[in-house]
């Protein structure tokens, strides 16, 4: 079993920054990626951003592309998503995720953690 811990999240104004962080423990030699997700009042969980552990790879939604940015310090097994130029629409809980090696979706999921943006 892999366990995450969110942590960064918080009240913002609008073009305000915000660091998200999600240490993961227990089975982390199984981690095949990390992810973080989000899900506003009334709206589906989306994906915001992803990394391959290994390779670094990672892929953006549209929506945040040029300015959330997803990173990793595989030796603290801790990922890291660093939201700037930040939008009222960006207010949701965000999530993070572990895809296990083999997995096709996402194993194992944190709490979540409030970001507010204010306009």
């Known amino acids: 079993q892999v366990r995450l811990a969110e942590s960064g999240g918080g009240l913002v104004q609008a073009g305000g920054s915000l660091r998200l962080s999600c240490a993961a423990s227990?089975?982390?030699?199984?981690?095949?990626?990390m992810s973080w997700f989000r899900q506003a009042p009334g709206k589906e969980r989306e994906v915001v951003a992803a990394i391959r552990w290994s390779v670094g790879t990672t892929h953006y939604a549209n929506s945040v592309k040029g300015r959330f940015t997803i990173s990793a310090d595989t030796a603290k097994n801790t990922a890291y998503l660093q939201m700037n130029s930040l939008k009222p629409e960006d207010t949701a809980i965000y999530y993070c995720?572990?895809?296990?090696?083999?997995?096709?979706?996402?194993?194992?999921w944190g709490q979540g953690t409030q970001v507010t943006v204010s306009s």
């Open positions: 227990g089975r982390t030699f199984s981690i095949s990626a």
């Open positions: 995720a572990v895809t296990e090696s083999g997995s096709s979706r996402p194993d194992y």
